[in-house]
């Protein structure tokens, strides 16, 4: 009689015992907004090099200047995208170096006046498709962010603090991700995932509460640098020639990794509910001095 087939990493199979509960991947994860309309400006201009190489040599260099220009616009407004993204996903953050999405705007601007000059050759119109392209980019995309963005009653020397922790961590994982990929392996991408997002829940509780920082930073320095060693070396070998037992030796790793994250992840919000257990006393002693009582209530 035939028999289903099943084992440790079959669908149905039991699951091992080093390995926590799934939580998902995708918790808090949202769509990103760089597609659609951002994927349009890149097969928008595209006729421009059907039309340069029916015309004469003047006509040829505007054109596919024109169409380089309105590319490089089109890829300035992806990352610009990108870079908004990761800035509003985070409560500290420091506004992007590049304004990506204003140079974007300038340069569907130049793109259009290019291609106005090449088809027409006067100036007025060329200026007119130049300004316009600008304002209708600006107003389909938005600005870039163009200031810091904190806590309220943290100092920002607190905040750069917390914002280059963050970004030096953030690099980490997406080195990680970058080499996990390389060793093409669907489950040591998607255990992977799962620790990222337990990274990312210290990372939003330390953005939360700056002072967490202390504690945290040798997780979200030395041990995830650590992770990252690990990960480019275990894709390297893994790509090279697959070894069942350095990938169970790196999935374990990242479920002891996982569980010690999650473990110092509590114990700070248990402090920080601890800090505003202590407030609520204070506030209620000093109440009651001022003859003021309050009735506690317990919440259904």
């Known amino acids: 009689m035939a028999q289903r087939f099943g084992g440790k990493y079959s669908p149905d199979g039991e699951r091992p015992a080093q ?20 994927n349009l400006l890149f097969f928008a201009p595209l006729p ?11 006509e040829l260099a505007l054109n ?29 953050a420091r506004r992007p170096a590049i304004p990506r999405k204003i140079f974007a705007s300038l340069l569907t601007g130049a793109g259009l006046g290019l291609a106005g000059f090449a088809a027409n050759g006067g100036l007025a119109e060329p200026l007119i498709y130049a300004l316009l392209g600008s304002a ?31 970004d030096q961590a953030e690099s980490y994982l997406r080195a990680m991700t970058d080499a996990i990929g390389r060793a093409g392996d669907r489950q040591a991408e998607a255990r992977l995932e799962r620790f990222q997002t337990t990274v990312r829940d210290m990372l939003r509780t330390v953005e939360d509460d700056p002072r ?23 894709a390297d070998l893994h790509a090279r020639a697959p070894n069942p037992g350095a990938r169970d030796k790196y999935l374990s790793l990242l479920s ?9 992840t509590r114990a700070l919000m248990a402090d920080s509910t601890t ?26």
Request: charge should be positive; charged fraction near 30%.
């Open 19 to 38: 390995l926590p509960a799934d939580r998902g991947s995708f918790r808090g994860a949202r769509r990103t907004r760089a597609g659609g309309r951002v």
């Open 212 to 234: 967490d920082l202390t504690a945290a930073r040798k997780y979200l320095g030395v041990y995830l640098m650590g992770a990252r060693d690990a990960t480019q070396k275990f």
């Open 275 to 300: 800090d505003l257990d202590i407030e609520i006393k204070v506030l209620r002693d000093r109440l009651e001095r001022e003859g003021v009582h309050l009735e506690t209530r317990d919440l259904a």
């Open 256 to 264: 002891d990794l996982e569980q010690n994250f999650t473990a110092k």
């Open 48 to 58: 421009l090099a059907v039309r340069a190489f029916g015309a004469g040599p003047s």
């Open 136 to 166: 209708l980019h600006g107003f389909a995309f938005g600005p870039d962010p163009l200031r810091d963005k904190g806590i309220e009653g943290v100092d920002s020397l607190q905040s750069d603090r917390v914002a280059r922790v963050v």
């Open 64 to 92: 596919l200047a024109a169409l380089g220009v309105l590319l490089l616009a089109a890829w300035f407004t992806r990352e610009g995208i990108l870079a908004q993204e990761a800035y509003e996903a985070r409560r500290i």
